[in-house]
């Protein structure tokens, strides 16, 4: 499986390498069979410097039975709350590109958990300061400051699951409280249709009128997750605050 690529903040394991510089083991090494296992796993692939991704996606791409190291990485995001945002994110990156089955309906429910559920209070997503509604979002380095662990999943739904895709997203895309959440869902389903324009076209009749700008917005592989947030405030601050999306029923939404 090639890597779901740009923007970086997609990638499986980001633009940054927060433990380049520390010793740690190496890949490949054998599947996880327990929680000690796991993490050896992970700091194996934390400390893969970045020009070295298509080591980690190789070796994920090659491990056996996936399912039962699907099972573990399962396990271990739902022990919640997150004390550890980083290896939760990174947990959602494994099982995104694992890509099983299983993880399907595991992201989908990861998805539309409260950030209280998620994330400890010393950890939980700052809002802007000039934030009134729950889905007017600030920043952080990834994406945006609201609900980045969910937009996350939201990323690796699309990826675990393409060909039911729009099928899974669509109550993402009508109903979900977060704007990171949304935005990041419009930019993975324009993604893994290569921008073609009637998936652009498709995703402008699907989403919220409020969110319909986030359509088509551009994006650069180059480009950090930090300056696309730069670029997405800019953008954001020339247009007029979009309201909360109206909670709508199934039969209320559009079908396409």
């Known amino acids: 499986m090639d890597e779901l690529g740009p923007p970086e903040r997609r990638t499986a394991f980001g633009p940054k390498d927060p433990g380049n510089n520390l010793e740690g083991p190496t ?44 099972e573990l990485l399962h396990r271990e995001l739902f022990d919640l709350p997150s004390s550890d945002t980083s290896r939760t994110g990174l947990l959602l990156s494994v099982i995104g590109q694992l890509a099983v089955p299983s993880s399907v309906d595991v992201l989908e429910k990861f998805v539309w958990m409260e950030d209280d559920q998620l994330y400890q209070p010393e950890s939980h997503p700052h809002e802007h300061p000039d934030d009134h509604h729950h889905d007017e979002e600030g920043a952080d380095g990834s994406m945006f400051a609201g609900s980045p662990l969910q937009a996350r999943a939201a990323e690796m739904l699309v990826w675990v699951g393409p060909e039911r895709a729009w099928e899974r997203t669509r109550e993402i895309l009508a109903n979900h409280p977060s704007v990171a959440v949304r935005v990041a869902t419009i930019d993975a389903l324009s993604y893994s249709a290569n921008d073609h324009p ?12 409020s969110d319909r700008w986030a359509v088509g917005m551009p994006r650069n592989s180059s480009e950090s997750g930090e300056d696309f947030s730069k670029k997405f405030i800019a953008f954001q601050e020339r247009l007029d605050e979009p309201p909360a999306p109206q909670k709508r029923t199934e039969r209320g939404r559009e079908d396409v």
């Open 27 to 70: 890949l490949p090494l054998p599947p996880p069979k327990s929680v000690e296992d796991l993490d050896r796993m992970l700091l194996a692939i934390a400390t893969t410097p970045s020009e070295n991704r298509r080591v980690v996606i190789d070796y994920l791409d090659g491990l056996e039975d996936k399912e039962a190291v699907a």
């Open 198 to 209: 009637e998936a652009l076209e498709r995703l402008r009749t699907t989403v919220t009128s």
